[in-house]
């Protein structure tokens, strides 16, 4: 009897907590419901705007081999496996560089509005959850935010590979390419985009690196062509670029991924990234439009590279004033970019420089005339962080130039005494041997064709 009536009080407890469960499932749900919707409240992380900077920084990812294939097919085939892996290098080598410490001194706590500190070295107190501590994009965590910056440090020390093209040795290009992201792209990150740094202070307008990614490259890649000397047979033996295909294909992954750099760097998805996308598109297409045009009526043919590097003239150029100008103000980037980077180009004989692959001409030149026009067309319709000629604000004007001599001076001197150093260490370029068998054999040891 007794075991009988245990059990039936087994049962009878058993109903009731079978009844209670849905209430009391339900009230830890309701519960839980109350907390998550209170976090969400609170929380200034927007999963639009996270996806949108994550995206765009796998678009700018790919500019880097884009960029590969691009100087891949200007070079001669004996030069095309080495070029396309200074591309593919970098990303390695800055990827790493920009955890360790790279990110820490172009956006961390400033030091006399010139560099930040190392107090994000090793992405210490970079949040994956949380916003950066300056505001830099309030809505995405702060190592989204790193990651998508990562990609614009990565390209730009691969931008001046091309200056100097089929005769460096491999072992000075790592040298020097950790050395100038580190104390050359790092510090002037932090003087236009960190919090503190003194270009961002006075009021220099640089959406999305017309200084900072551009004309850096483009003074760099000049001073590393006059120092480096002219290519053997310069003048002499042909010289033209093998792959027209590669050219293309690199052009229009770059046109692709562009989209990443300048819209992405809204940091959030609405309508800034928006205009930026608009313009963008815009400024490319007039300006490979413009150069076609030009390089037709100077060469008497409508050359398909000369369409391609136009294009990437375009892209150069709208990318400082992408979040500030209109479309109207897009359309004239673009044919300032066509004419003054096609012309730039045919002038570098002048001062007696081999910068094989025009980078000089198209981000020197391109960036500089980028960074000029967003003092001239940036307009508060657009964004009212941005005021230029257009609304009356000259002064902008002024702001600009100083952010271009700055850069110009900062590094073309920067530049020669980093080389300086290299070549006192590991000597800048290959042998005469070594150069004329070329740098797919000499450096890697492989071939890009087989035969």
Not at 329 to 355: E, H, M, P, R, T
Request: hydrophobic share 50%; glycine share 12%; proline share 3%.
């Amino acid at each position: 009897m007794k075991r009988i009536h245990v059990l039936l009080f087994v049962a009878i407890g058993f109903g009731f907590l079978m009844g209670a469960m849905p209430n009391v499932v339900h009230a830890a749900t309701v519960a839980a419901s109350h907390l998550a919707s209170g976090a969400a409240a609170t929380s200034p992380i927007s999963a639009g705007d996270t996806s949108w900077v994550l995206a765009s920084a796998a678009l700018v990812m790919l500019m880097t081999p884009a960029l590969g294939f691009f100087y891949g097919g200007l070079v001669r085939p004996k030069n095309a496996l080495s070029t396309i892996m200074h591309s593919f290098f970098i990303l390695c080598l800055i990827s790493v560089q920009w955890v360790l410490w790279g990110y820490s001194l172009a956006f961390g706590p400033d030091h006399g509005h010139l560099i930040g500190g190392l107090d994000w070295a090793l992405l210490k107190n970079v949040s994956m959850s949380q916003p950066d501590p300056f505001g830099y994009a309030p809505t995405v965590p702060h190592q989204a935010y790193m990651a998508f910056q990562m990609m614009f440090a990565v390209i730009t020390p691969a931008l001046i590979t091309g200056a100097f093209a089929e005769r460096k040795r491999f072992k000075a290009y790592v040298l020097f390419s950790l050395l100038w992201a580190t104390f050359i792209y790092d510090p002037l990150a932090h003087w236009v985009w960190g919090d503190g740094g003194w270009l961002h202070n006075l009021g220099a307008l640089d959406f999305a690196g017309g200084s900072v990614v551009h004309m850096s490259s483009g003074v760099s890649a000049i001073v590393a062509a006059k120092m480096l000397g002219p290519r053997i047979g310069l003048g002499k033996d042909k010289m033209e670029p093998h792959d027209a295909t590669y050219v293309v294909l690199g052009a229009s992954l770059l046109w692709f991924g562009w989209f990443g750099f300048n819209a992405g760097s809204a940091v959030a998805a609405g309508s800034l990234a928006t205009s930026a996308f608009v313009v963008t598109n815009t400024a490319t297409a007039m300006a490979g439009l413009t150069y076609l045009t030009v390089s037709w009526m100077h060469k008497g043919q409508p050359s398909a590279i000369g369409a391609a590097v136009g294009a990437v003239c375009g892209l150069v150029a709208i990318t400082p004033a992408s979040g500030y100008v209109d479309v109207g103000g897009s359309v004239l980037i673009g044919i300032g970019a066509g004419v003054i980077c096609y012309f730039a180009a045919q002038l570098k004989n002048l001062i007696k420089a081999d910068d094989a692959l025009d980078v000089f001409a198209c981000h020197g030149m391109g960036g500089t005339w980028g960074a000029l026009a967003t003092g001239i067309f940036a307009t508060t319709a657009v964004n009212s962080a941005g005021s230029g000629v257009i609304d009356g604000h000259w002064q902008q004007l002024l702001y600009q130039g100083a952010d271009i001599g700055a850069t110009w001076l900062y590094c073309g001197i920067g530049t020669f005494i980093l080389l300086k150093v290299v070549n006192a260490i590991v000597g800048l370029r290959v042998d005469e041997q070594e150069e004329v068998l070329g740098l797919d054999v000499s450096q890697h040891g492989e071939m890009a064709y087989g035969l």
